[in-house]
């Protein structure tokens, strides 16, 4: 710290601008590979899985206005859409995209320290503030966010560029790109509209002229601005799938606002030091009360020193509140019912906050100017900035040694092994994903639709003895833990004629309850055949086992094979073929579940 003040207790002099430039260029190449190495610890999460499925089905404005959940994000649909085309299941590619995507928003934050310190300390320890904090970091690792929130950061930050080119008089270039950015990034992450709190703060911050004045000079790029958010709230009424929430009790909402505002001031503490693990690899924040309370001491420092020295830094202080609010209401209310306080506590929904926050701090200590010696001043900041880099260290090694424990890149690299040894005519039963892959929250776990979005090529449920695949990805025999069958007569005594449906009640071997079932059906047949298969419950309820994509082959004796089915307690079966001549003679049809599943 010697470096920066001399015995006046002034800045010593920075390094030119050009040489700020390549220090940032630096920071934002050595912070963005470390987590790429750190990244690929990692794999496959279930929504990557999910919505890798869903961009290859390609480009179609349709497929890339399908909903996310409750959103609407077809940047977020393009991006998988690219990796699906390019390499699917390759995860190196998406760890070379995030690296490119980090790098920029480091580099971008950066420059816009430049613009607006020019040639100054701060714009080093700021840009090193934006790269290490762990508040960015888990939406790195995990892809599904990373293509929310990295795009969020970068096009977020050519929209704080586009101000200061309009009040740098670049007018017509500010509004060539600014709104452009901000549609691409609502696009992807429609919480990133937040951003234009932050602008607004920092157009008031560099504010030199009266307010009025000042309104005349901003309105045009106001308007400007105002146009892509007005396109995107068409796009997503027209398109949007949002669902319903509401408030909780009183209790509750507070619980939440104290977990909320605990974030950023763990955050100035290298928080949150410590993770609580949800589904192996993720973790949630859990920072323990000492995090928070040097966050807190840290917080109160800082607010003082902008009320006392330069009180325009408080406008990027309410800009972090707006976040923090907003993202504290938008949680509680359309996650906390399904929820609790889960997702309060992912930083999925944080990580946007670090580009104010990083702005909030450099902006206030800029214009301190300690009126101690130097000497002891120095040796308390280093202090200050030797335990705030442990809390970061701390924090993303904790992080990072959860996130290493996804054990998706040894189940499909077993997977795709297994499946070229055995060769293309290799028959597989369609088999969920182990949990620890895709969880209960997968709207389709099934193993099949990620082998043929990656090109693999397999039967399902085709002639022969099927497969299954183990939850360590390797293939296995199939065997069927038969629950409940039909007693059909033998000899050709039960037929299927043409399209004409055949009930028949199933005969329980032990209790069940709903599930997700497998079945086996022996039949011979003179010609190929296609049988269509519904389970009946008790009250009518009727649900269609998946039908195999291939005819089966005319055969005096094989074996078709089904599902899995929706949930459902099945009392019978309703059997029928697609081809009006045919003659399909029926052995017992056997309802069951796959052994280990």
Known sequence: MS??????????????????????????????????????????????????????????????????NDHIAPGLRFVYAVFAQLAPLNYDLTVAWRVLMQALAIALLGFLLIRLLGSSWWVVTGTVLYALTPLSMPSFMSLSSAVNNLPAHVFGLLVLHA?????????????????????????????????????????????????????????????AFAVPVVAFGVLYLTNGNPSNGKLPGLGDLADLAWRSFAVPVGALAGGPWRWTPVAVPFGLTDAPAAAVAVGLVALAVLLAIAWRIDRRALLLWGSLLVYVLTTWLLVAYGRFESFGAVFVLHYHYW?????????????????????????????????????????????????????????????????????????????????????????????????????RTAGIPFRLQGPGNPYTVSDSGHLQPAELVVWAKTNTPGN?????????????????????????????????????????????????????????????????????YFGPSAPIRATAVRLRTLDPAATVCLGDFELGLLKGT
């Open 3 to 68: 470096t920066f003040w001399g015995a006046s207790g002034q800045l010593r002099p920075a390094p030119a601008e050009t040489v700020l430039r390549v220090v940032v260029v630096a920071i934002a190449a050595v912070q963005s590979v470390v987590l790429g190495v750190l990244a690929r610890r990692g794999s496959w999460l279930s929504d990557d899985l999910e919505f890798l499925v869903q961009g290859g089905k390609g480009f179609a404005p349709g497929e890339l206005l399908t909903p996310v």
């Open 163 to 223: 101000v200061l080119d309009w009040y740098a008089g670049n007018r017509r270039r500010a509004v060539a790109y600014g709104p452009l950015a901000l549609l691409i990034s609502l696009t992807c992450w429609e919480k990133s509209g937040l951003i234009m709190a932050t602008a607004i703060a920092l157009a008031l911050y560099l504010r030199k002229v009266p307010l009025r004045e000042w309104l005349r000079q901003s309105w045009p790029l106001g308007a």
């Open 351 to 451: 990580s946007d906050i670090s580009i104010p926050l990083t702005l909030a701090v450099v902006l206030t200590l800029r214009s301190f100017r300690p009126r101690l010696k130097p000497a002891p001043v120095a040796a308390a900041v280093a202090c200050c900035l030797v335990a705030w880099t442990a809390g970061i260290v701390v924090s993303d090694t904790g992080f990072a040694r959860l996130w290493g424990q996804n054990p998706a890149t040894a189940y499909f690299a077993n997977l795709t092994a297994d499946l070229k040894a055995a060769g293309p005519s290799v028959n597989l039963w369609d088999v969920s994903m182990p949990a620890t892959i895709s969880t209960i929250l997968a709207e389709d776990s099934r193993v099949s639709p990620v082998l």
């Open 492 to 560: 050709c005594k039960t037929k299927l004629q043409g399209t004409t449906p055949l009930t028949q009640p199933l005969q329980a071997l032990q209790q069940y309850d709903e599930s997700r079932w497998f079945a086996k059906l022996p039949y011979s047949s003179q010609r190929e055949v296609r049988v269509v298969v519904e389970l009946i419950d008790a009250d009518g309820k009727v649900v269609a086992m998946p039908t195999p994509a291939e005819p089966w082959p005319s055969s005096t004796l094989a074996n078709l």
